[in-house]
């Protein structure tokens, strides 16, 4: 998953295991100094729902899958 945030920075982050109704949480790469994570829910299928991320400097949100 990867968003534009605060400042105009590109952050991502990769997840690995999903799994039905469960949640994992990443560390954002950025391409600025900025950071943050970014936990992921998956619905009953273990596909994702939604990540919500937030840290210093990039603000926060929500991205809906």
Do not use: H, W
Not at 11 to 19: I, K, M
Not at 39 to 44: A, F, K, N
Request: hydrophobic share 30%; with cysteine.
């Amino acid at each position: 998953m990867g968003v534009t945030v605060v400042g105009g920075a590109f952050c991502s982050a990769v997840y690995s295991d999903p799994e039905p109704g469960g949640s994992e949480i990443r560390p954002f790469s950025c391409t600025g100094e900025q950071s943050g994570n970014a936990p992921l829910l998956y619905d009953v299928r273990g596909k994702p729902k939604s990540a919500t991320y937030g840290g210093l400097e990039i603000g926060s949100g929500t991205v809906r899958f």
